[in-house]
């Protein structure tokens, strides 16, 4: 959910902020490529160091038999139900609308400031 947040973030930024594509120039490629980088590379496992456990003082009172209930949190709500499962189709898609929405003006940041391989990456969603 994490990573999804991320890539709407970025997505919808790079399609809508007036400001930030204007003054930030170097910074609309670089948020560009690292919407690029969640979308192509997998996630990485979740590592011991990751987990942050938090502990409630009425908790800790229970003593070494005291075990959570994980089984019982509520399910994970996806507050993006819109962009469906796939969300390179999802990126495309809303970066082509937002571009023909601009007359073209992402087709124009694309071309002066990204690399050549994110470029051919992103048409590919685009395309």
């Known amino acids: 959910m994490d990573r999804k947040t991320a ?3 970025f997505t919808k930024t790079l399609a809508h902020s007036e400001a ?3 003054r930030y120039k170097k910074g609309w490629g670089f948020t560009c490529e690292a919407l690029l980088k969640l979308l192509e590379l997998p996630p990485l496992p979740v590592t011991k160091d990751d987990i942050i456990t ?3 003082i009425e908790d800790m009172a229970f003593g070494v038999g005291f075990t959570p209930l994980n089984t019982v949190r509520p399910p994970v709500r996806d507050p993006w139900p819109d962009t469906g499962a796939d969300l390179k189709a999802w990126v495309g898609k809303y970066l082509k609308e937002a571009d023909k929405a601009h007359g073209g003006r992402i087709a124009g940041f694309v071309q002066e400031r990204l ?3 994110a470029k051919t990456v992103l048409s590919s969603y685009m395309g």
């Open 20 to 22: 930030f594509a204007n």
């Open 54 to 56: 938090e502990h409630d």
């Open 115 to 117: 690399s050549n391989d």
């Open 7 to 9: 890539v709407v973030s």
